[in-house]
């Protein structure tokens, strides 16, 4: 995410040299490029295959980040990547992911492996650099914008976890952003192919990165501790689901979901230190079902957030027709219709009130 930020922060003056870094960087990735044998990509790609999108990476990083030593993103860090680079390597995440299309599955959120190794795919160098510069152009516009002759706020993009933002108390007029859902995607699993291009190997980082994301499928040997922060709703829900007769429910389903809204609370706590008084905190929550048990996320949300100083003070919702359980053939035994309500909720951070013993 870090890449796609910088990248669609690209100057629009830079957007006239594109095309000829693009035949540079086609043109120097020819050459031949020695994958490691433990390389990320081999688990879906044949050692060919992973030498091409390698000899394209290191082209990018010769021309754009550093001619003298070529490291995986993961090694070098992602903010080494200039705004220009991090275009270039958007473009690949997406030939990536098209090259991966026989792996992808009827749930967009989930990436399968092949079976063997007899089972990897093998496209050849010239395919997979038409399919680079195919993305590529596609991400050029036609039509280049105007630039914008006013003045431009500086902007710092980078990775911390959001239950301990690397900010000062009361640093932040605003805050903006979009929890992960309480709908147990594997978002690791979901960007396993552009993370294996970073240089994620399950040994080197992702095992690492998928648990400790919030709403991960993994769960810890040890349930976090429940409290009343969690709020009315929430423990209520909780309450629901452990005791409910499907499979699983009062253990797996119910650390899952206790270890969710924890990470959540710790979050919304963190948002709250960060923000001036006044400021607002702006967050899009989708509502799910487990089972046939409503989880009311923007209403467990709300209480969450009041508890924490932050309150409410506008909320719009949309109702959704398509959502991804209704990929799920087997919700169809707990309930037949699968829309979901998604909500923008607009926090205040209030000046907290002491009350008088008296």
Same mark, same amino acid.
């Given at each position: 995410?870090?890449?796609?930020?910088?990248?669609?922060?690209l100057?629009?003056?830079?957007?006239?040299?594109l095309?000829?870094?693009?035949?540079?960087?086609?043109r120097q990735?020819?050459s031949?490029c020695d994958?490691?044998?433990?390389?990320?990509? =081999?688990l879906w790609?044949c050692?060919?295959?992973v030498?091409?999108?390698?000899?394209i990476?290191?082209?990018?990083?010769?021309l754009?980040?550093d001619?003298?030593?070529?490291?995986?993103?993961?090694?070098?860090?992602?903010?080494?990547a200039s @705004?220009?680079?991090?275009?270039?390597y958007v473009?690949?995440f997406?030939t990536?992911?098209q090259?991966?299309?026989? /792996?992808?599955?009827?749930? #967009?959120?989930?990436?399968?492996?092949p079976?063997?190794f007899?089972?990897r795919l093998?496209?050849?160098?010239?395919a997979?650099r038409?399919?680079?510069?195919?993305?590529?152009l596609?991400?050029?516009?036609?039509?280049?914008?105007?630039?914008?002759s006013?003045?431009?706020?500086?902007?710092?993009?980078?990775?911390?976890s959001?239950?301990s933002l690397?900010?000062?108390?009361?640093s932040?007029?605003?805050?903006?952003?979009s #929890?992960p859902?309480?709908?147990?995607?594997?978002y690791?699993?979901?960007?396993s192919?552009?993370?294996?291009?970073?240089?994620?190997?399950?040994?080197?980082?992702? @095992?690492k990165?998928?648990?400790?994301l919030?709403?991960?499928?993994?769960?810890? #040997?040890v349930?976090?501790?429940?409290?009343q922060?969690?709020g009315?709703?929430?423990l209520?829900?909780?309450?629901a689901?452990?005791?409910?007769a499907?499979?699983?429910?009062?253990?797996?389903?119910y650390k899952?979901?206790?270890q969710? /809204?924890?990470?959540?609370?710790?979050?919304l706590?963190? +948002?709250?230190?960060?923000?001036?008084?006044?400021?607002?905190?702006?967050?899009?929550?989708? @509502?799910?079902y487990y089972?046939?048990?409503?989880?009311?996320?923007?209403? +467990?949300?709300?209480?969450m957030?009041?508890?924490r100083g932050?309150?409410l003070? =506008?909320?719009? @919702?949309?109702?959704?027709?398509?959502?991804?359980?209704?990929?799920n #053939?087997?919700?169809?035994e707990y309930?037949?219709?699968?829309?979901?309500?998604?909500?923008?909720l607009?926090f205040?951070?209030?000046?907290?009130?002491h009350?008088s013993?008296?």
């Amino acid at each position: 995410m870090v890449l796609v930020a910088k990248a669609r922060c690209l100057e629009v003056s830079e957007f006239p040299s594109l095309r000829l870094l693009a035949a540079e960087i086609s043109r120097q990735s020819r050459s031949s490029c020695d994958p490691h044998p433990d390389d990320p990509l =081999s688990l879906w790609l044949c050692p060919r295959s992973v030498a091409a999108i390698r000899g394209i990476e290191v082209a990018v990083q010769r021309l754009l980040i550093d001619n003298r030593k070529f490291a995986t993103l993961n090694d070098r860090g992602v903010n080494e990547a200039s @705004d220009l680079a991090a275009f270039f390597y958007v473009a690949l995440f997406r030939t990536v992911k098209q090259l991966f299309q026989p /792996f992808l599955t009827s749930n #967009p959120t989930w990436v399968k492996r092949p079976r063997s190794f007899r089972s990897r795919l093998r496209p050849s160098g010239l395919a997979i650099r038409a399919a680079f510069r195919n993305n590529l152009l596609e991400m050029i516009p036609r039509q280049l914008p105007k630039a914008s002759s006013g003045v431009r706020g500086e902007k710092i993009i980078g990775i911390a976890s959001s239950e301990s933002l690397p900010l000062p108390d009361g640093s932040a007029n605003c805050v903006l952003g979009s #929890p992960p859902y309480c709908t147990r995607i594997d978002y690791a699993v979901a960007t396993s192919p552009e993370l294996a291009l970073l240089g994620y190997a399950h040994e080197n980082g992702f @095992d690492k990165l998928r648990r400790e994301l919030i709403g991960t499928s993994t769960v810890p #040997p040890v349930v976090p501790e429940v409290s009343q922060n969690l709020g009315k709703a929430c423990l209520k829900f909780l309450g629901a689901l452990s005791s409910h007769a499907s499979k699983a429910s009062s253990t797996y389903y119910y650390k899952n979901h206790v270890q969710y /809204f924890v990470s959540i609370g710790k979050s919304l706590s963190e +948002i709250r230190r960060v923000l001036k008084v006044g400021g607002r905190c702006i967050l899009v929550a989708q @509502d799910s079902y487990y089972k046939d048990l409503h989880n009311d996320l923007p209403t +467990i949300l709300t209480e969450m957030a009041a508890i924490r100083g932050l309150y409410l003070s =506008s909320r719009s @919702d949309f109702v959704l027709s398509r959502t991804m359980a209704g990929v799920n #053939p087997g919700a169809q035994e707990y309930r037949e219709s699968f829309s979901a309500v998604e909500s923008v909720l607009i926090f205040e951070a209030k000046r907290p009130t002491h009350r008088s013993n008296r």
